[in-house]
């Protein structure tokens, strides 16, 4: 029982990492960017091939990729993306994805379709039991690390948002774009910074998760629907938001398969509409903003 | 005194190209019976890239799951083949009636929320569709596709050969139809309050337009015809099997829409042929990257602005003037 619930917090906490890049895209945007998985993609390659060649140490690839990605992710905002920002939801979402079926390809073409995996030091294999019976909770070390550094990151994210001037500068860029960059901030840096630090969150993710997720090219499209559910059921106004999201994902997608894995990932999906029926504009929105 | 009524006539008369473009298709089978089979293949897309127009072009509903629809049609007519009778006609109605029934129900989902909202439902219907048809093994198949079709002769003469061409002409024949009668459909009135809650919602329901109702009538019709086109491909090959419902197939679809050009359905035509074109010689150069020129199409496609591709003295000379969003 609690061994399926650390394991959903685990697995949800390491979609918030994947997502949050996507959730402050299209808060400040309005952007649909349906690449995103792509970026993590490109992390958890980027680790592979410096574990394996290279023989880089795991702890330092993740900052790494990180970087790395992040630095890809504004390169590819100046170029390509800025011009789209304008354009009608279809066609940033027809972008995105041939975008997205572009990196498919590239690394199927480069690398090959078989699945990568990533050896873990010896610290983090292995797992600890506390307890027995019903309640007894097993934690598999990996998992626990992954739960830290999420924890970690969120925390500063928040503090970020919160507590700096650039936290409030974005802020009220998300807001309203107009009024913000009407007094003095200039939101095309803002958002070439935040878009930066979303794909190299998206990167990291995908280094962090590669274990766990499973990494080939197949990612960027497998994974684009639990992003997007994590974005349109958190909302795109808080990060508050999407953080309960996914940990409501990671926990019912974990249970679900564990209680009932005849249905597969229809609970997940059914869950979905429902919310979004009910609430179209994501559970956790606040209100006024736009 | 007329005038204004004229024009508007005008927009909706048949031209003499159309008929050259329908008697065309219908003379392909014979002229070129090698490629009966592809007619076949590109009438039945044709036919679904136009019912998801109605919604996308001339509604300006984005969907990302309109393979919901022709995967349900296409499972219906397979089973009705399998279990109740084999003759074709009967099927495809029937698969019309239920995909329409599964319209009016989804479209309680796209009714609300923002472009993204719609994205997510639309999507997550076909993929609950999809994990359905996989779970139901026992009805459907599961993986491994629904087998043992047989399907009648069609209204009880033609059989279907092995070449295709009787299928070809049964596809192009029901697409036929259901072109006429959506032709009329987005000519007429009720199609002219479709393209008022498009472009401007408010507005429309300011004006008197009921736009939930008109919603949840022309997702109703789309579903439809995505049925039939989902029957028809069922019934031409005897097979069902789970990529009708895939996400592929969905977005396949966008793209061949909008290569085509949306809110006009000829559209749907014009794309099909070029996106199967297209698959048809890209594949055979490199069979297994065919994913990587589709997604650079569309990036390009894209950027240059979609409006714009068969205008190429626009391409240059200035960012030019953005769409409204």
């Given at each position: 029982?609690?061994?399926?619930?650390?394991?959903?917090?685990?697995?949800?906490?390491?979609?918030?990492?994947?997502?949050?890049?996507?959730?402050?895209?299209?808060?400040?945007?309005?952007?649909?960017?349906?690449?995103?998985?792509?970026?993590?993609?490109?992390?958890?390659?980027?680790?592979?091939?410096a574990?394996?060649?290279?023989?880089?140490?795991?702890?330092?690839?993740?900052?790494?990729?990180?970087?790395?990605?992040?630095a890809?992710?504004?390169?590819?905002?100046?170029?390509?993306?800025?011009?789209?920002?304008?354009?009608?939801?279809?066609?940033?979402?027809?972008?995105?994805?041939?975008?997205?079926?572009?990196?498919?390809?590239?690394?199927?073409?480069f690398?090959?379709?078989?699945?990568?995996?990533?050896?873990?030091?010896?610290?983090?294999?292995?797992?600890?039991?506390?307890?027995?019976?019903?309640?007894?909770?097993?934690?598999?070390?990996?998992?626990?690390?992954?739960?830290?550094?999420?924890?970690?990151?969120?925390?500063?994210l928040?503090?970020?948002?919160s507590?700096?001037?650039?936290?409030?500068?974005?802020?009220?860029a998300?807001?309203?774009?107009?009024?913000?960059?009407?007094?003095?901030?200039?939101?095309?840096?803002?958002?070439?910074?935040?878009?930066?630090?979303?794909?190299?969150?998206?990167g990291?993710?995908?280094?962090?998760?590669?274990?766990?997720?499973?990494?080939?090219?197949?990612f960027?499209?497998k994974?684009m629907?639990?992003?997007?559910?994590?974005?349109?059921?958190?909302?795109?106004?808080?990060?508050?938001?999407?953080l309960?999201?996914?940990?409501?994902?990671?926990?019912?997608?974990?249970?679900?398969?564990?209680?009932?894995?005849?249905?597969?990932?229809?609970?997940?999906?059914?869950?979905?509409?429902?919310?979004?029926?009910?609430?179209?504009?994501?559970?956790?929105?606040?209100?006024?903003?736009? | 005194?007329?005038d204004?009524?004229?024009?508007?006539?005008?927009?909706?008369?048949?031209?003499?190209?159309?008929?050259?473009?329908?008697?065309?298709?219908?003379?392909?089978?014979?002229?070129?019976?090698?490629?009966?089979?592809?007619?076949?293949?590109?009438?039945?897309?044709?036919?679904?890239?136009?019912?998801?127009?109605?919604?996308?072009?001339?509604?300006?509903?984005?969907?990302?799951?309109?393979?919901?629809?022709?995967?349900?049609?296409?499972?219906?007519?397979?089973?009705?083949?399998?279990?109740?009778?084999p003759?074709?006609?009967v099927?495809?109605?029937?698969?019309?009636?239920?995909?329409?029934?599964?319209?009016?129900?989804?479209?309680?989902?796209?009714?609300?929320?923002?472009d993204?909202?719609?994205?997510?439902?639309?999507?997550?219907?076909?993929?609950?569709?999809?994990?359905?048809?996989?779970?139901?093994?026992?009805?459907?198949?599961?993986?491994?596709?629904?087998?043992?079709?047989?399907?009648?002769?069609?209204l009880?003469?033609?059989?279907?050969?092995?070449?295709?061409?009787?299928?070809?002409?049964?596809?192009?024949?029901?697409?036929?139809?259901?072109?006429?009668?959506?032709?009329?459909?987005?000519h007429?009135?009720?199609?002219?309050?479709?393209?008022?809650?498009?472009?401007?919602?408010?507005?429309?329901?300011?004006?008197?337009?009921?736009?939930m109702?008109?919603?949840?009538?022309?997702?109703?019709?789309?579903?439809?015809?995505?049925?039939?086109?989902?029957?028809?491909?069922?019934q031409?090959?005897?097979?069902?099997?789970?990529?009708?419902?895939?996400?592929?197939?969905?977005?396949?679809?966008?793209?061949?829409?909008?290569?085509?050009?949306?809110?006009?359905?000829?559209?749907?035509?014009?794309?099909?042929?070029?996106?199967?074109?297209?698959?048809?010689?890209?594949?055979?150069?490199?069979?297994?990257?065919?994913?990587?020129?589709?997604?650079?199409?569309?990036?390009?496609?894209?950027?240059?602005?979609?409006?714009?591709?068969?205008?190429?003295?626009?391409?240059?000379?200035?960012?030019?003037?953005?769409?409204?969003?």
């Amino acid at each position: 029982m609690l061994t399926i619930l650390f394991d959903g917090i685990a697995y949800g906490m390491l979609l918030f990492v994947l997502a949050v890049g996507l959730a402050v895209t299209l808060g400040l945007m309005n952007f649909i960017n349906l690449a995103h998985g792509a970026f993590a993609m490109a992390g958890g390659y980027l680790t592979v091939f410096a574990m394996q060649k290279l023989g880089i140490p795991f702890l330092l690839c993740l900052p790494l990729a990180f970087i790395v990605v992040g630095a890809v992710g504004a390169l590819l905002e100046r170029t390509l993306y800025r011009p789209m920002y304008a354009k009608p939801h279809l066609d940033q979402v027809l972008f995105s994805i041939g975008l997205a079926f572009m990196a498919v390809a590239a690394v199927d073409f480069f690398v090959g379709s078989s699945q990568q995996n990533i050896q873990l030091p010896e610290w983090l294999r292995g797992r600890t039991e506390i307890g027995d019976g019903a309640l007894m909770l097993g934690m598999g070390h990996y998992r626990l690390f992954i739960i830290a550094i999420c924890a970690l990151l969120t925390v500063v994210l928040q503090l970020i948002l919160s507590k700096t001037s650039f936290g409030a500068r974005l802020r009220a860029a998300v807001d309203d774009p107009r009024v913000a960059a009407g007094l003095g901030i200039n939101v095309n840096v803002v958002f070439l910074l935040t878009f930066a630090v979303g794909s190299g969150l998206a990167g990291l993710g995908g280094a962090l998760g590669a274990e766990i997720l499973g990494l080939d090219p197949t990612f960027p499209l497998k994974y684009m629907i639990y992003f997007l559910i994590v974005v349109s059921v958190g909302g795109t106004s808080s990060i508050t938001g999407p953080l309960l999201a996914a940990l409501l994902l990671g926990i019912a997608d974990v249970a679900g398969k564990y209680f009932i894995p005849k249905m597969g990932a229809f609970t997940v999906y059914l869950l979905m509409i429902l919310i979004l029926m009910w609430r179209p504009q994501g559970l956790f929105t606040r209100k006024g903003g736009r | 005194m007329m005038d204004f009524q004229s024009t508007l006539l005008a927009k909706a008369r048949w031209r003499p190209w159309e008929f050259v473009v329908w008697l065309a298709a219908f003379a392909l089978p014979l002229l070129w019976p090698s490629r009966a089979l592809m007619v076949n293949e590109i009438a039945i897309v044709a036919l679904f890239a136009m019912s998801l127009d109605l919604i996308l072009g001339y509604t300006g509903i984005v969907s990302l799951g309109h393979a919901a629809f022709f995967g349900f049609g296409a499972y219906v007519a397979a089973l009705f083949a399998k279990l109740v009778m084999p003759d074709p006609t009967v099927g495809l109605v029937v698969a019309i009636v239920l995909s329409g029934l599964l319209g009016a129900v989804a479209s309680v989902t796209i009714l609300r929320g923002t472009d993204l909202t719609r994205l997510m439902v639309t999507l997550g219907t076909a993929l609950l569709l999809l994990e359905l048809a996989n779970k139901l093994d026992w009805l459907t198949g599961g993986a491994d596709g629904l087998q043992g079709v047989t399907m009648g002769p069609v209204l009880g003469f033609f059989d279907f050969d092995l070449y295709g061409r009787v299928a070809a002409w049964y596809s192009l024949a029901v697409m036929l139809l259901l072109f006429l009668f959506m032709r009329r459909l987005v000519h007429s009135p009720f199609g002219a309050t479709l393209k008022a809650v498009r472009d401007n919602r408010l507005r429309a329901m300011a004006i008197g337009i009921p736009v939930m109702s008109r919603l949840s009538v022309i997702y109703t019709v789309a579903a439809a015809i995505a049925g039939a086109a989902g029957a028809l491909l069922a019934q031409t090959t005897g097979f069902a099997s789970l990529d009708v419902l895939a996400f592929d197939r969905s977005a396949d679809l966008v793209v061949m829409l909008v290569i085509g050009g949306v809110g006009w359905l000829y559209g749907g035509i014009v794309g099909a042929i070029i996106f199967k074109v297209l698959q048809d010689t890209l594949s055979t150069v490199t069979p297994q990257y065919w994913m990587f020129w589709i997604g650079l199409i569309l990036v390009l496609l894209m950027l240059i602005g979609r409006d714009r591709l068969f205008k190429p003295w626009t391409w240059f000379g200035g960012a030019g003037k953005a769409v409204k969003p």
